[in-house]
């Protein structure tokens, strides 16, 4: 898989939906290899995260984002968790992070389940400029 992107309103939005995982484990998108650290002084450079689970079974979904030194993600390290608050139901919540505060060359997004989450899905939104 791969996000989709489109430019709206001088935005690049990427967007992707995943099927939930099927036991309380970790799952992760595609590659972020779009968000790019530039140098711009003190400015800060913030990066939209949207989720929209279709339900939630069991209690929530924790979503966390990672970073890793290459592009197929073999070795991934946590940036951020809780990007967003654990989503309990479906409808969209989104997160608002400042990049620059987490450099890595590649990201990645992940959610955790706590139970059997496979008849759900997750639509994966991301937002910069």
């Given at each position: 898989?791969?996000?989709?992107?489109?430019?709206?309103?001088?935005?690049?939005?990427?967007?992707?939906?995943?099927?939930?995982?099927?036991?309380?484990?970790?799952?992760?998108?595609?590659?972020?290899?779009?968000?790019?650290?530039?140098?711009?002084?003190?400015?800060?450079?913030?990066?939209?995260?949207?989720?929209?689970?279709?339900?939630?079974?069991g209690t929530n979904l924790d979503i966390a984002l990672y970073g890793?030194?290459?592009?197929?993600?073999?070795?991934?390290?946590?940036?951020?968790?809780?990007?967003?608050?654990?989503?309990?139901?479906?409808?969209?919540?989104?997160?608002?992070?400042?990049?620059?505060?987490?450099?890595?060359?590649?990201?990645?997004?992940?959610?955790?389940?706590?139970?059997?989450e496979s008849a759900n899905t997750i639509a994966v939104?991301?937002?910069?400029?």
């Open positions: 898989m791969a996000f989709t992107k489109q430019s709206i309103n001088g935005f690049l939005v990427a967007n992707e939906t995943y099927t939930l995982p099927s036991s309380a484990t970790t799952e992760y998108s595609s590659v972020i290899d779009f968000l790019k650290w530039r140098y711009k002084g003190n400015q800060n450079e913030y990066a939209t995260f949207t989720f929209n689970a279709s339900a939630v079974s890793s030194n290459t592009e197929a993600g073999t070795v991934k390290y946590l940036l951020k968790d809780a990007v967003v608050a654990d989503i309990t139901a479906t409808g969209t919540v989104a997160g608002v992070i400042d990049i620059k505060a987490y450099p890595a060359p590649y990201y990645f997004l992940a959610w955790t389940a706590d139970g059997d939104g991301v937002i910069t400029i």
